[in-house]
């Protein structure tokens, strides 16, 4: 009746051959013809098998009816999903859904294994990025906890030039000691050698280097022949009466440029030995000649005048030398260093405010001189023990971070 139906609107509506009363009618008269064909059929059914009373006009018993439909249901229902099993299972399966799975299945697994690598990744930074960032909190925990202090490394690089400058003050001391035990002993080709000689030099050293003319109200110096300063007396000013100045030869100075290693004499080396002439033996012992310090008496082997006024003078320079190791050892420990560390030193003096002619008493600078900029040992010692704490910068730096 469906296809009538549609037969009706497309077929006859469509070619225009009947109008819409005629198709009306046709379909109520197939209606009609349906229903007496199954009240036919019905009524063909032999008389016992409808025990049950008919309400019916074609006879139809209602209970049958219901049986009938519920076990038509039933095996319909059941062959239905019988079909749609055995065709699941026949076509369904393993013609499309298998061969579509296992495609789908190949490649969601080569994605997936495309996929692993970068989530391994992410993985591995993460734990690359939490590892770094314990190291760093370990690092920054240990700079805070263990790092040393700024004033406490400054303190450990002043002392580099330390030992260098402490052995080179001791060597310079021994030859100091040893060029003045020399003069007082009058050595073969020394100046202490003849008395009058080691006189003149003296005198003719303070007549150019040390005599200042202004003295004993002018009258050192008015005769070139014979005033003991000539008619000038010495032409550099800084250097007057330094042969008997310690305060200023000596004292004053942090560090003087003395370096009895070297060839070459300079001022304040001249200086000290000025004046450790005047201090100590300032008029040598007579050197007796040769036959004064012979035996009178061979067998006997007596000692004579002579010879034990010599071993008296070697006891008295004996004692001489122990006074002298006082001015040995101040002027050695004064003498120029290695200088390691002078840029160091320089940095100190600029924070405390040190410069000009202090700092170049203290570093020995002197632009004229290639070897200047030395600090002392002395000077050293003076810097890590005093003037370093006089600033109070140093003392805050103490302080562990």
Known sequence: MIMINARIKTGFTGLHLIDVRTAAFIR???????????????????AHACPCVCYTQCGVCIDEIKDQSSKTRFISIYNEFENQKNWDRGKLHPGWLRPSLMLMVEQLTTAAFFSVGTIGTFFDAKQQLE??????????????????????????????????????ANVQKVMFSKANLDRHLGKKSGMGADPLKDSNARKNQFRHTYCDKNEFMGNIANDAQRSLCGDNGATDAERFNKDISYTRTLDFPYTIDMNLTDKTMTKDEEDIFALSRNL?????????????LQFNDSQNRRPTKQQNT???????????NIAENSLFNIASMKARGTGLSKDYYKQIFMDLGFMGRDFETFMAEDTSRSKSGHPSYYAQMDVLTKKLYQNPNFIANLIDK
């Open 310 to 320: 010599y071993l008296q003078s070697r006891s008295i320079i004996a004692k001489r």
């Open 28 to 46: 109520r008269a197939m209606l009609m013809l349906c229903v007496c064909f199954c009240a036919f059929m019905l009524a063909m059914r032999p």
């Open 131 to 168: 590892t770094q960032r314990l190291m760093d909190e370990i690092y920054a925990k240990s700079l805070r906890d263990y790092q040393p202090s700024t004033a406490l490394c400054r303190f450990s690089t002043l002392a580099v030039d330390l030992p260098a400058s402490e052995q080179r």
């Open 280 to 292: 100590f033996g300032h008029t040598v012992f007579p050197r007796p000649a040769a036959n004064k």
